[in-house]
Nanobody, 124 residues
Framework: QVQLVESGGGLVHPGGSLSLTCAASGPIFTINTMTWHRQAPGKQRELVAT???????SYADSVKGRFTISIDNAKDTTYLQMNRLNTEDTAVYYC??????????????????WGQGTQVTVSS
């Protein structure tokens, strides 16, 4: 079974930095894209950054120039480097990945898998 596990959340002061990691595991044939999302209390979940297996990236306007997404295809892992954090970045951060998995009988359809989330709190 494919699983995504995030790590690296925590408490940081405004202006500080934090790095998140999302590792995928299981019967993975290929990962097409990996995406970071976040959901602040009382708000809808929003897309933060996406990266393709080829390295193409896109970011939400609110994080451009501050956050950097990267991918290690050999490790099926994506990273989110977050700099110049502010209180509005406080949220649960989720990782998702569009993955083609496989079973003994063949490939499964490409589908999105989600991690359990990691809390990021920016506070003085």
């Amino acid at each position: 079974q494919v699983q995504l596990v995030e790590s690296g959340g925590g408490l940081v002061h405004p202006g500080g930095s934090l790095s998140l990691t999302c590792a995928a595991s299981g019967p993975i044939f290929t990962i097409n894209t990996m995406t970071w999302h976040r959901q602040a209390p009382g708000k809808q979940r929003e897309l933060v950054a996406t990266i393709t297996k080829g390295g193409a990236t896109s970011y939400a306007d609110s994080v451009k120039g501050r956050f950097t997404i990267s991918i290690d295809n050999a490790k099926d892992t994506t990273y989110l480097q977050m700099n110049r954090l502010n209180t509005e970045d406080t949220a649960v951060y989720y990782c998702s990945a569009n993955i083609r998995a496989y079973r003994d009988e063949g490939f499964l359809p490409d589908m999105d898998y989600w991690g359990q989330g990691t809390q990021v709190t920016v506070s003085s």
